[in-house]
């Protein structure tokens, strides 16, 4: 999905579609046009998946709230 703005809804959409994840190992979400907000809702249902291996958000503005 990497380079498709998706935005921040798009984003809060796969963290809840993370949250039943049992097979993705690998997801690219760089330059999607997401910000803090959507990076802090990705980063609390990250905390619950244990089957993403690798996840990139290169290129978006996610600031130095997002990175908390």
Known sequence: FNTNQ????GCFRF???LLANFSLKRLAL?????GSVACIKLA???S???TLTELDISFNQ?????CD
């Open 6 to 9: 998706i935005q921040d809804e």
């Open 44 to 46: 609390q249902a990250l």
């Open 48 to 50: 619950l998946n244990s």
């Open 30 to 34: 760089n330059n999607c046009g997401f």
């Open 62 to 66: 996610i600031g130095d709230e997002g």
């Open 15 to 17: 963290s809840e579609a």
